[in-house]
């Protein structure tokens, strides 16, 4: 199968050669061929350049991009697709003034989740979550990570980490799995935090290690949930079994979860809404990617990722959606990107850089993903008609997505 799309208006993210993540100054860079073509050959990008050397080929398919723009697909680095029901009343009782906290602490939130995934089926589960799954390919996702973490049983959390695999293996987008045992302390280990973590390495672990669930190991490090401690043991031990950590840090408090995450290299520190001069600096010159999270600031009224100053400071930054029932019920990665350009002022380059590329790099797949590069997985949005690729984000509201394309085949 070979496909041509021609006369691209602008070709995006281009990268002649393969860059793992981009940091710092250079991420207001963002190449691009204006009127352009792109070969693919069965689901890989096999050749592009610029109009005028456009070859004269025999292909199955060709298609004309007059006025569009082609860009690779979003890579989400960190989201939670798969949950049972909904947390809508939760979202009406913080309008009427409680906050995500008060919430939690009366049963609400993760808890909530938990006990209804702990009620439903496996085949349920799949049914609810594939849903969202199809509805962020076509919002132009082309890879994606997704967490355990509303189980918080054995069976709860295996249950959740075979649907991500069922997942992975009817879609074609590329799925990363991360447990997220250390979500919540469950009611009954309230007083007993010992006994869950205990739970978590001796029993959850080696079968999840065992069927080969998951490639990244989670918690949540926060007050009231995960102290430093306590994540620093489930980092070690996930270590030990070969899951990399991806660890959500810093959302609410800075307690020192980023230094012991840089510690035991984790791959990404994810939310990061709040952060010290020392949690910035000891990002410096590590392979640890910071993760905003901005669709969740903006739907809890938190504060946003303080992007400029990290950049400022050489970091690399990656946009991603956390798309879960409580936080952030959206996996809208158009929305994501724009949000980080009006609310973190990130330029669009910077935000099309952290949502392609350096996302890629918070799971791993920053070889065969995140850029527009010969060799890697044929994963494009097409745009509908527009004048720059600015519309993206300055439209905030609109779908300017035409067409999407996972591994060479158009979905719909
Ligand atoms: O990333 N902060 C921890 N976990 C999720 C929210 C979980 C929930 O409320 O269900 C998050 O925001
Ligand atoms: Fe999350």
Redesign the pocket.
Known sequence: MKTLITNIKELLQVRETSISKVSGAEMALLPTIKNAYLVIENNIIADFGSMENCPKINTDTIIDAAGKMVLPTWCDS???IVYAGNREQEFVDRINGLSYEEIANRGGGILNSAKKLNETSEEEIYNQSKVRLEEVMKLGTGAVEI?S?YGLSVEGELKMLRVIKKLASNYPIAIKATF?GAHAFPLEYKDNHEGYIDLIINEMLPKIAKENLAQYI?A?CETGYFSVAETERIMEAGLRFGLIPKV?VNQFNAIGGIQACVKHKALSV??LEVMNPEDIEVLKNTGTMPVA?PS?SYFLSIPYTPAREMISAGLPLALAT?F?PG??PSGNMNFVVATACIKMKMTPEEAINAATINGAYAMGLSETHGSITVGKKANIIITKPITSFYQLPYAFGSNLIDAVMIEGEVIS
Do not use: R, V
């Open positions: 960190h989201t939670h967490k973490g997220l989670d949540f959500h994810d939310h999270l969740c956390d879960n936080s952030t």
